[in-house]
């Protein structure tokens, strides 16, 4: 039986972000709009990201294993966080072989974008009102994309991981919402399963969650959850661990 999957699987999310910070300070002032001053796509990480993102690189350089395919998110805090683990060695491959994949990018919120929960409730109770009834998994803001229309991208992803990279120590550093879209592909959740992980806390900024390849789990073997929202890494330099969304509730 050929394997069909790689042998380990590292998913991180990206290190702190400048607009995570931008997110917070306009919830505390109960304003309606963050302000990131340009795209989401080039939001850079914060000072206390790239020092996350270090953190886990030396983490990842003191293992026996160190992943030597990188996917990545094109979205700038992604490209950095993946980039700042290569510099402090955790990485068997140069970010100038990191395969960037759209498919990883960051959930796309459409006319919600950069609304905090109060901007939304002010400028659309129509789509406030739309995603209670229908959940955060089907509600699809107009221009934007509900979690089923990530869960499609990140099946093509996965397909080109198991057709290029079979056998191989792959990491893929992404989002929040990819992160648990992953997860509820990897491990055949259910809507109410993934809401439900997902209701317990935000992924942490780095956190890692880890697969290991298990020849038993199918009659084509599969990937085995070994960790979910690790921060070790983290705690063990005594960087700090945050969890910040990358949107409000009302629209993630």
Known sequence: MNQRWPDRLWIVRHGESSGNLARDAAQAARAARIDTLGRDVDVPLSRR??????????????QAERPDVV????????????????????LA???????QDERLREKEF?????LTRYGIEEHYPDQAKLRSILGKFYHRPPGGESWCDVILRLRGALDTVSLHHAGARVLIVAHQVVVLCLRYLLEQLTEEQILAIDAEGDVANCGVTAYAYDAGMTPRGGLKLQAYNFTVPLES????????????????
């Open 49 to 62: 990201g790239e020092a996350q993102s270090a953190a886990l690189g030396r983490w990842f350089a003191d």
């Open 71 to 90: 996917l990545v998110s094109p979205y700038l805090r992604a490209r950095q966080t993946a980039g700042l683990m290569a510099a402090a060695g955790g």
């Open 93 to 99: 491959v140069a970010p100038g072989d990191f395969i």
């Open 110 to 114: 459409g006319i919600l974008d950069r």
């Open 237 to 252: 330099e005594g960087v700090p661990v945050t969890a910040e969304s990358d949107a409000p509730r009302a629209a993630r």
